[in-house]
Nanobody, 127 residues
């Protein structure tokens, strides 16, 4: 059984930083791309960042480029999202997810291509 567990969310002032973590059980990050998504109240879930199974390729939403960094530690089967210079519009429930297809050659930004999701961790940014 695959389980993803996120942590690291919280409340910060604008300009602050948070680091989210996602530990995977039952699925190896070295074989699957993984992504971070977020969903704000009343909005659709949106792609934030993704990283390829081999770890070298990363993709970011335009809204977070230059502020967020995705990386992972395959040895610990843990993925991270370092978020700097946070803005109030970053407020959302953040989810990690793994791609349904092993070793997909491109990092997907479409939520329907991901099959396992964590429970989410709340990020709240105040102005």
């Amino acid at each position: 059984q695959v389980q993803l567990v996120e942590s690291g969310g919280g409340s910060v002032m604008a300009g602050g930083s948070l680091k989210l973590s996602c530990v995977a059980y039952g699925r190896t990050f070295s074989n699957f791309n993984m992504g971070w998504f977020r969903q704000a109240p009343g909005k659709e879930r949106e792609f934030v960042a993704g990283i390829a199974y081999f770890g070298h390729d990363t993709v970011y939403a335009d809204s977070v480029k230059g502020r967020f960094t995705i990386f992972k530690d395959n040895a610990d089967n843990t993925a991270y999202l370092q978020m700097n210079n946070l803005k109030p519009e970053d407020t959302a429930l953040y989810y990690c997810a793994t791609d349904a297809t092993p070793r997909r050659t491109v990092v997907a930004g479409t939520p329907t291509l991901y099959d396992y999701w964590g429970q989410g961790t709340q990020v709240t940014v105040s102005s």
